[in-house]
């Protein structure tokens, strides 16, 4: 049994268990993660008011999904009236939150929950407000220091949000969100980033798909996230065509269903047809079957069309250096993709982490996202959590 297991027994042992659990973890990995008391009174009431809080969330979505359905046919209630219910029903739960902060307000985790909950009916500035408390009252927290980020990122300044997100990532290096925020900051702000980091352009993208790498290193099986890595290849001029190809490759493998596949069917016939490999692009659009495709298909294949209309008899040396031969099951000897132990295909080129924080890195998805997408994280989970009501339907008086 190592040290490190051995503490970790004697920990779980101690009398004051969350504390000996982050020492332990502190001195053999050097990361700091706080690890809340669930024993505590205000611990307990915490989780207690959460569970409201993710039941007033569950209530009002069915409101809204009804009241559509009902509008629908004529019968729906005005969208006043439902905005009053609405509000009526978040403030019982705001009540209890500022009760409950009445009772503890030195409980950073209490402060983080609310200024979560705020943000979530649109309330940024006083969200903003409960996060620095959180902050204040607790430095290594990182879900903190990720939400105030996330502030900057709408509000500014922007050095603020590069330099939170980095203190997050550096409090918790195993959480794939926190680098994922901090890349859609960098890619949406690129001249920004360019300036902070005084970095290029060019210099930016490269070291996007080293975070998004590291990303989905820590989080392999995160069809969503090998997507949107896959996906950040759009947004490079001129296009990394093999790359991207091994990109989509690895999302294929961790697809859940015929649909996620046909999605990325859709993906390598886009880029092998950017590539000039016409005959592969068409044997995945012969692949694509389901309907919710169909117009991305009928498109794909009109420009195949025409691309081949307009064709050389071969293929350009730009197109060949960029793109390794690639057969419709398998890829070339020299372009073998690695197979991790979990089956999941390995990144090429994957970048070295160092124990040290890692310098300014982005995600370039095609498009930019708006900051509203990025990810908030809880008081009980530095994962990111979300919301299915809309900003406008609950701001509306």
Not at 246 to 268: F, K, P, Q
Not at 298 to 318: G, V, W
Not at 360 to 374: E, G, I
Request: hydrophobic fraction near 40%; include cysteine; charge should be negative.
């Amino acid at each position: 049994m190592n040290q490190l297991l051995i503490g970790l027994v004697s920990a779980l042992v101690a009398t004051n268990q969350p504390q000996a659990v982050s020492n332990l973890l502190e001195q053999h990995l050097g990361v700091t993660v706080s690890i809340p008391d669930t024993n505590s009174p205000e611990e307990k009431e915490l989780q207690q008011l959460m569970m409201e809080d993710d039941d007033a969330t569950a209530e009002v979505d069915k409101w809204i999904r009804d009241n559509d359905a009902f509008t629908a046919q004529g019968a729906g209630e005005s969208k006043a009236e439902l905005n009053k219910r609405i509000h009526a029903r978040f403030d019982s739960v705001r009540k209890d939150y500022e009760n409950f902060l009445l009772r503890y307000p030195n409980f950073a985790r209490g402060h983080l929950a609310y200024g979560s909950f705020l943000n979530d009916l649109g309330d940024e500035e006083t969200a903003m407000k409960q996060y620095e408390i959180a902050r204040q009252l607790d430095p290594k927290n990182p879900a903190a220091w990720n939400n105030l980020a996330g502030y900057f990122c709408e509000n500014g300044p922007l050095t603020n949000a590069f330099i939170y997100f980095a203190k997050a990532s550096e409090l918790n290096p195993a959480e794939p969100v926190y680098y994922e925020n901090w890349a859609t900051a960098v890619y949406l702000y690129r001249k920004d980033a360019e300036a902070f980091y005084g970095i290029t352009e060019p210099q930016v993208f490269d070291k996007s798909l080293e975070l998004y790498r590291k990303a989905v290193k820590l989080d392999p099986d995160n069809y969503p996230l090998a997507t949107e890595y896959a996906q950040s290849y759009y947004g490079i001029k001129p296009l990394r065509t093999n790359d991207a190809l091994v990109a989509w490759t690895n999302a294929l493998n961790i697809a859940h269903n015929e649909v996620e596949r046909e999605g990325v069917y859709i993906h390598l016939a886009r880029i092998k047809l950017a590539a000039g490999f016409y005959d592969e692009a068409r044997v995945h659009l012969a692949a694509v079957t389901n309907d919710v495709y169909t117009d991305l298909k009928t498109r794909l294949e009109r420009n195949l069309a025409e691309r081949e209309k307009n064709a050389t008899n071969s293929i350009s040396a730009t197109a060949t250096n960029q793109v390794s031969a690639i057969s419709t099951n398998e890829m070339s000897t020299t372009n073998a993709i690695l197979i991790l132990t979990n089956q999941v295909p390995a990144l090429t080129n994957p970048p070295v982490f160092s124990t040290n924080m890692v310098s300014a890195l982005t995600n370039v998805p095609p498009t930019p996202p708006k900051p509203f997408a990025l990810k908030a994280s809880s008081a009980t989970s530095n994962f990111a959590t979300g919301t299915t009501l809309t900003n406008t339907t609950i701001s509306e008086k």
